[in-house]
């Protein structure tokens, strides 16, 4: 029998007050079909393999990725892998990683440079998430016998083919860039990342296993 993943307490009372009543029926629509691809592959006992794809890979896909992962773990629903990738690489923006902080990753840089490589744990005895920026067809990445989800609609409506991917699942976030050297950029950035893990919320939970 295998051992549930206790993910960090933070982490964990950050979800526990997560309320996914309030996504409207019309997000529930579009996220159906992530729910729908996760629960086939765990009804047929197969791995799920998410790459969640902005146009820079550099905060709203990478907020998806670590909360996707993160919430499955929570879940223990098992052989769940998420990616993340953009159009094109940048870094990932470090407020994104400030903002997963606050929520309770515990996150160390071990690569300097234009585009540093950060180690993102969420639980004591599970891999970290290794967070860059990369595109989505970056040798890090599945090469087939993945979802592509694309979060943002510029990703989406400008690279409709993703070579290798089983389903294409437009998942579009508000760019938080927008409120960059703001007063609000803090909260904005948080109010993002919350959305996201609220609606991985949502997903998660409605797997059967």
Known sequence: MSIKTIVFKEIENEIRVLNFENISE????????????????????Q??????ICTHNSRRSHLSQVWAQTIAAY???KNVFCYS?????????????????????????????????????Y????????????????AFNPQSEFAAIMTCSQADGGCP???GAEKRIPITFD???????????????????LQIATEMVYVFSQIKK
């Open 75 to 77: 879940f223990d629903i």
């Open 123 to 138: 639980s004591d005895n599970e891999h970290p998430i290794i967070g860059f920026s990369k595109t989505y067809d970056d």
């Open 175 to 193: 760019d938080p860039k927008a409120f960059d050297n703001t007063p609000q950029q803090a909260e904005k950035y948080k109010e993002r990342s």
């Open 26 to 45: 019309e997000r529930k629509n579009i996220l159906q079909p992530l729910i729908d691809f996760i629960q086939d592959k765990v009804s047929n006992e």
């Open 47 to 52: 791995e799920v393999r998410l790459n969640l």
């Open 85 to 121: 990738g953009g159009t094109e690489a940048t870094a990932l923006f470090p407020v994104v990683a400030e903002t997963l902080k606050q929520s309770g990753f515990k996150i160390k840089t071990i690569a300097e440079g234009n585009n540093p490589i950060y180690s993102i744990k």
């Open 161 to 163: 083919f993703i070579s």
